[in-house]
């Protein structure tokens, strides 16, 4: 991503629909040094927020389109630095992965760290000795608005340096799953199984489509919950 003239942690700003969800991503960002906040009030982020210094905003996957086409278009032209990630799922471990990537992309080179979907497996190469983590992500209820997961860490240690295989236990499905890498402060993540279409389908294409269920409001300002 592109380097933000700010000093001082990256700025988080989650837009999601789930109330456990952006609140348990809050703390899992927040745990990791960034500065976040989460809202599921779309029609109220440029009121409730000052975007003109954010670093990364991530969409979660409940968002209507309408909203997030114009919610990218004036962030963009208040935060020209900004970074856009689409959640994959409603995880906050993962999410927060999912950051942790994007804030560094240019520190690794996608041809070292990839996912082998044949062999599920993580194949890696190190210049240096390193710490290692890789953890993986699944769901396990899809029923909104509070979708369940489960997570697992698959290893965790240093690694010399040269090529690695690490294998995805049998215990992560084939549906709704994620892993992600991390090595150093540095991050990758990885769609193991989709998203099934009797989820996907549920996406709003508007703010007014109410095919979902209604949800407690969540706008997190700084420590506040």
């Given at each position: 991503m592109n380097t933000s003239p700010r000093s001082g942690p990256e700025r988080i700003l989650v837009i999601g629909r789930s109330p456990s969800v952006l609140v348990a991503t809050v703390d899992a960002l927040r745990a990791k040094g960034y500065s976040a906040d989460a809202t599921n009030?779309?029609?109220?982020?440029?009121?409730?927020?000052d975007v003109s210094d954010l670093d990364v905003l991530v969409f979660g996957g409940m968002v209507p389109a309408d909203a997030r086409r114009?919610?990218?278009e004036d962030i963009s032209g208040r935060s020209p630095h900004v970074t856009f990630v689409q959640g994959l799922a409603g995880i906050a471990g993962l999410i927060a992965a999912q950051?942790?990537?994007?804030?560094s992309a240019e520190d690794l080179d996608n041809r070292d760290v990839t996912y082998d979907e044949a062999r599920?497996?993580?194949?890696?190469?190190?210049?240096?000795?390193a710490h290692v983590t890789?953890?993986?992500w699944w769901h396990t209820s899809?029923?909104?608005?509070?979708?369940?997961?489960?997570?697992?860490?698959?290893?965790?240690?240093?690694?010399?340096?040269?090529?690695h295989t690490i294998p995805?236990?049998?215990?992560?499905p084939s549906e709704a799953s994620f892993a992600g890498v991390s090595i150093g402060s540095s991050a990758r993540v990885f769609t193991v199984g989709p998203?099934?279409?009797?989820?996907?389908?549920?996406?709003?294409?508007t703010a007014t489509d109410n095919q979902l269920p209604p949800v407690s409001q969540v706008t997190t300002n700084g420590d506040e919950r």
């Open positions: 009030q779309f029609d109220r982020v440029l009121d409730d927020y114009q919610l990218r950051v942790q990537a994007a804030i599920r497996s993580v194949q890696l190469t190190l210049n240096d000795c890789v953890e993986a899809f029923v909104p608005p509070e979708p369940r997961s489960a997570s697992v860490r698959v290893f965790d240690g240093q690694l010399d340096a040269g090529p995805l236990p049998d215990q992560v998203m099934p279409g009797s989820v996907t389908q549920l996406v709003p294409a």
